[in-house]
């Protein structure tokens, strides 16, 4: 009989109980009797988004295939049910068992968003589990950190035992294995830990020592003992096709933010977009053979009862099997009423055909991302899309019966001026103008262009990650200049605009290329009150000003400065298979307005062939 934490009463009083009970559909119970090894997922933001996280049902499902370990899951309480469990001390618990988490043996992080890092200690802090690695002793879950974030882990290294980069499908196994070999023969935590550090992507901060110089530039970092390994070698899933894959998602009682099956068709991306930190970590590009996605969402559909499938990629569109696969899953799923999605299309590469194809897509806009609002700027930012692809494009979509669409775009990228910035209205107008050249009685009532801007960070393992960052005074003075160039224009009136917040993109940037020495900010942020930093309602930037003043830390420092080529950076250890003397070359030829053509056009000779395999063979040279 499980033991529930939450009495009615509590409950009651708190918003969304089915957050927090467990019991979901295709969940995973075993008897914890029968497992060396009890592990537990955790989300460090709320449930609804946890829930429609694809690489949390892969583990899930990866580890619960194992007859000797059991994974299960936790998400962020929501603040009202944080007070009640600090007033009342109730330690945090798993939602399968309903167990305390604290009495695991590993607690596994995703790591998706910077802004959520203060969440991380709220679930340590609920738990009762000290915040600090040097602070727990043999007793204590391991605390082990995975997902994009890690691939600059530095800000966190002091809360974390270990760290997995790469992909979990290739040795995250093997790491259990050891686990539940060295817990048989009684080896201790520290034991564990220095064998982990040699298995291949197993980051162990506390077995490196890091030392700055007296302009604040790390001049050393090294391991401490002979044995343990120098760099960290992403690990990636060459083969893509055998991988698992969850068969049976778990089903969540709330409407989770992405209420859908994901068929996840690709890896990687062919492109190299200079500020897209996905697209360098995840070469090469590997694609999942069709057969297999035609099964797999068979199989789902079936163990689901979800009615719409996404396809999952970071350019769906170039995926080469892209109009059969469609043809299949339209031609099998429209009698059961599925509705068929596609994000992460380019609109040099639309497809009216297939577009017009999927169901109530006109129910819908259009969304594309053209990144820049100028040639040259796309130019430096290699997004290999011209005025005419985006004129072609939007012109078909409108042609086709579309009326709305998104443009996507980013203020301050590298070398921008204001011409770019007033270009982003001009494109827009530029759109909107293409829809009303359309004879009236062919258009399908009034044009929408929704123009949304975010603030450009850089992000570790990008030609970007040398590049400064800007005060969020000059972020908002940036997005008033498109604001205002958008109301002179002729349709201003189709186009409406928006922007992110620009305390939040500065606060992103700290922690994106941040250091150790940030760790102490994040825990006296938490300690006053920060928490759930990536919702809008939640984010105070005066808890982080202080915490940054209090533990003598100079954010100008981390975003304002360009960094030099040759300085060592928090995240050098780390090898994702792509040459940092590739990023430099990327990062000149950015500054010479030059484009690199995508992998299938030509190869650039980015170190991705070491992995053996993916698009850098298909011939192209």
Same mark, same amino acid.
């Given at each position: 009989?499980?033991?529930?934490?939450?009495?009615?009463?509590?409950?009651?009083?708190?918003?969304?109980?089915?957050?927090?009970?467990?019991?979901?559909?295709?969940?995973? !119970?075993?008897?914890?009797?029968? !497992?060396? !090894?009890?592990?537990?997922?955790?989300?460090?933001?709320?449930?609804?988004?946890?829930?429609?996280?694809?690489?949390?049902? +892969?583990?899930?499902?990866?580890?619960?295939?194992?007859?000797?370990?059991?994974?299960?899951?936790?998400?962020?309480?929501?603040?009202?049910?944080?007070?009640?469990?600090?007033?009342?001390?109730?330690?945090?618990?798993? *939602?399968?068992?309903?167990?305390?988490?604290?009495?695991?043996?590993?607690?596994?992080?995703?790591?998706?968003?910077?802004?959520?890092?203060?969440?991380?200690?709220?679930?340590?802090?609920?738990?009762?589990?000290?915040?600090?690695?040097?602070?727990?002793?043999?007793?204590?879950?391991?605390? +082990?950190?995975?997902?994009?974030?890690?691939?600059?882990?530095?800000?966190?290294?002091?809360?974390?035992?270990?760290?997995?980069?790469?992909?979990?499908?290739?040795?995250?196994?093997?790491?259990?294995?050891?686990?539940?070999?060295?817990?048989?023969?009684?080896?201790?935590?520290?034991?564990?830990?220095?064998?982990?550090?040699?298995?291949?992507?197993?980051?162990?901060?506390?077995?490196?020592?890091?030392?700055?110089?007296?302009?604040?530039?790390?001049?050393?970092?090294?391991?401490?003992?002979?044995?343990?390994?120098?760099?960290?070698?992403?690990?990636?899933?060459?083969?893509?096709?055998?991988?698992?894959?969850?068969?049976?998602?778990?089903?969540?009682?709330?409407?989770?933010?992405?209420?859908? +099956?994901?068929?996840? %068709?690709?890896?990687?991306?062919?492109?190299?977009?200079?500020?897209?930190?996905?697209?360098?970590?995840? &070469?090469?590009?590997?694609?999942?053979?069709?057969?297999?996605?035609?099964?797999?969402?068979?199989?789902?559909?079936?163990?689901?009862?979800?009615?719409?499938?996404?396809?999952?990629?970071?350019?769906?569109?170039?995926?080469?099997?892209?109009?059969?696969?469609?043809?299949?899953?339209?031609?099998?799923?429209?009698?059961?009423?599925?509705?068929?999605?596609?994000?992460?299309?380019?609109?040099?590469?639309?497809?009216?055909?297939?577009?017009?194809?999927?169901?109530?897509?006109?129910?819908?806009?259009?969304?594309?991302?053209?990144?820049?609002?100028?040639? &040259?700027?796309?130019?430096?930012?290699?997004?290999?899309?011209?005025?005419?692809?985006?004129?072609?494009?939007?012109?078909?979509?409108?042609?086709?019966?579309?009326?709305?669409?998104?443009?996507?775009?980013?203020?301050? *990228?590298?070398?921008?001026?204001?011409?770019?910035?007033?270009?982003?209205?001009?494109?827009?107008?530029?759109?909107?103008?293409?829809?009303?050249?359309?004879?009236?009685?062919?258009?399908?009532?009034?044009?929408?262009?929704?123009?949304?801007?975010?603030?450009?960070?850089?992000?570790?393992?990008?030609?970007?990650?040398?590049?400064?960052?800007?005060?969020?005074?000059?972020?908002?003075?940036?997005?008033?200049?498109?604001?205002?160039?958008?109301?002179?224009?002729?349709?201003? &009136?189709? %186009?409406?605009?928006?922007?992110?917040?620009?305390?939040?993109?500065?606060?992103?940037?700290?922690?994106?290329?941040?250091?150790?020495?940030?760790?102490?900010?994040?825990?006296?942020?938490?300690?006053?009150?920060?928490?759930?930093?990536?919702?809008?309602?939640?984010?105070?930037?005066?808890?982080?000003?202080?915490?940054?003043?209090?533990?003598?830390?100079?954010?100008?420092?981390?975003?304002?400065?360009?960094?030099?080529?040759?300085?060592?950076?928090?995240?050098?250890?780390?090898? +994702?298979?792509?040459?940092?003397?590739?990023?430099?070359?990327?990062?000149?030829?950015?500054?010479?307005?030059?484009?690199?053509?995508?992998?299938?056009?030509?190869?650039?000779?980015?170190?991705?062939?070491?992995?053996?395999?993916? !698009?850098?063979?298909?011939?192209?040279?």
């Amino acid at each position: 009989m499980r033991k529930l934490f939450l009495e009615d009463r509590i409950l009651r009083s708190v918003e969304k109980p089915a957050r927090y009970i467990g019991g979901e559909m295709n969940a995973v !119970v075993k008897d914890r009797d029968s !497992v060396s !090894v009890r592990y537990c997922m955790c989300f460090p933001d709320v449930y609804e988004i946890g829930m429609s996280h694809l690489g949390i049902q +892969i583990i899930y499902d990866q580890l619960n295939r194992r007859a000797d370990t059991w994974c299960e899951r936790v998400y962020s309480p929501w603040p009202d049910l944080h007070k009640i469990m600090k007033e009342e001390n109730i330690p945090l618990f798993a *939602l399968e068992s309903q167990e305390e988490i604290r009495k695991f043996d590993f607690l596994g992080f995703t790591l998706q968003y910077e802004l959520c890092y203060t969440n991380v200690l709220q679930i340590l802090d609920l738990a009762q589990i000290p915040f600090m690695a040097k602070d727990r002793d043999d007793s204590f879950p391991l605390i +082990i950190g995975g997902g994009p974030c890690t691939y600059n882990p530095e800000p966190l290294a002091d809360f974390f035992d270990l760290f997995y980069i790469g992909d979990s499908e290739v040795s995250l196994d093997e790491l259990i294995d050891l686990y539940r070999d060295m817990k048989a023969d009684g080896c201790g935590k520290s034991a564990f830990l220095r064998a982990a550090s040699k298995l291949p992507g197993v980051y162990v901060p506390s077995l490196y020592a890091v030392e700055y110089g007296e302009d604040g530039t790390i001049c050393s970092f090294e391991p401490i003992f002979e044995d343990v390994p120098k760099t960290v070698r992403k690990q990636t899933c060459m083969d893509f096709e055998n991988a698992p894959y969850p068969e049976k998602p778990v089903i969540p009682y709330l409407k989770a933010t992405q209420d859908r +099956i994901t068929l996840e %068709i690709m890896r990687g991306c062919i492109r190299g977009c200079r500020f897209c930190q996905a697209g360098m970590l995840y &070469r090469p590009l590997r694609q999942k053979p069709i057969e297999q996605l035609k099964k797999e969402a068979d199989i789902m559909i079936t163990g689901s009862g979800h009615e719409e499938i996404s396809l999952s990629s970071l350019s769906s569109s170039d995926y080469t099997e892209l109009p059969e696969l469609l043809d299949y899953l339209i031609t099998n799923f429209r009698t059961k009423s599925v509705n068929i999605t596609l994000p992460s299309l380019r609109i040099d590469n639309f497809s009216l055909d297939v577009m017009s194809r999927l169901q109530d897509v006109r129910k819908s806009s259009l969304t594309f991302a053209p990144e820049a609002g100028t040639q &040259r700027l796309r130019d430096v930012i290699n997004k290999g899309l011209t005025e005419e692809d985006i004129m072609n494009g939007s012109g078909m979509a409108f042609r086709g019966g579309w009326n709305k669409v998104k443009l996507y775009f980013m203020l301050g *990228l590298p070398t921008e001026q204001d011409d770019d910035r007033k270009g982003i209205a001009h494109l827009a107008q530029a759109v909107a103008d293409n829809y009303y050249e359309i004879p009236k009685d062919k258009r399908n009532g009034k044009c929408e262009i929704t123009v949304s801007t975010s603030f450009f960070v850089p992000k570790p393992f990008t030609p970007f990650q040398w590049a400064p960052m800007f005060r969020a005074e000059d972020y908002i003075s940036f997005a008033r200049t498109v604001k205002s160039e958008i109301r002179s224009m002729k349709n201003q &009136r189709s %186009i409406r605009y928006n922007w992110h917040d620009a305390d939040g993109t500065v606060l992103e940037g700290v922690f994106a290329r941040g250091d150790r020495r940030l760790s102490a900010a994040i825990l006296y942020a938490y300690e006053h009150g920060a928490m759930y930093d990536a919702w809008t309602d939640f984010f105070d930037i005066n808890k982080w000003n202080e915490a940054f003043d209090m533990t003598g830390i100079d954010i100008d420092f981390y975003n304002l400065r360009e960094r030099d080529t040759q300085e060592i950076l928090p995240w050098d250890f780390i090898d +994702i298979g792509v040459t940092k003397q590739f990023m430099i070359r990327e990062w000149k030829l950015a500054k010479e307005e030059k484009v690199t053509p995508n992998c299938r056009q030509k190869c650039s000779g980015c170190g991705a062939r070491s992995f053996g395999g993916g !698009v850098c063979f298909e011939g192209q040279n």
